[in-house]
């Protein structure tokens, strides 16, 4: 019994820290989420101001976050997050509603599959 202790404790150990990675990144996620709809309901409301404030207050966010986020994220899907941060911020500058709209939705669902990348399931351990 006294071995099985230590293999026991790492599995705990590993399993708690896969957890917390998830939490952590889904609250990320939530913020993200918020800043890309509070910059939706802007552009909607053609208050363009608002808008680019709403997104470059989600990429500072993300920006700041981005050491962490290379360590636990595929690169892959970080730089194409990226490429569509870049792109909906450009559309808001430009005040192009209807590729603003496209690109921020798109976003949103590119911030999901990071948190989804990171959830404890059957899907992502296999």
């Not at 910059?39 to 608002?50: G, M, P, R, V």
């Not at 730089?79 to 690109?103: G, V, Y």
């Amino acid at each position: 019994m006294k071995r099985l202790w230590f293999p026991l404790t790492i599995l705990a150990l590993l399993t708690a820290l896969a957890l917390g990675n998830g939490a952590v990144v889904d609250g990320y996620v939530k913020t993200w989420i918020s800043g890309t709809e509070q910059a939706e309901e802007a552009a909607l409301a053609e208050d363009w101001e608002t808008a680019q404030g709403a997104l470059e207050s989600v990429y500072r966010h993300w920006d700041q976050r981005q050491t962490f986020l290379h360590i636990v994220e595929t690169h892959d899907a970080l730089n194409e997050t990226e490429c569509s941060l870049q792109r909906a911020m450009a559309c808001a500058q430009l005040q192009d509603k209807e590729e603003f709209l496209c690109e921020v939705r798109t976003l949103r669902s590119q911030f999901r599959l990071l948190a989804e990348m990171e959830l404890v399931n059957i899907r992502n351990i296999l």
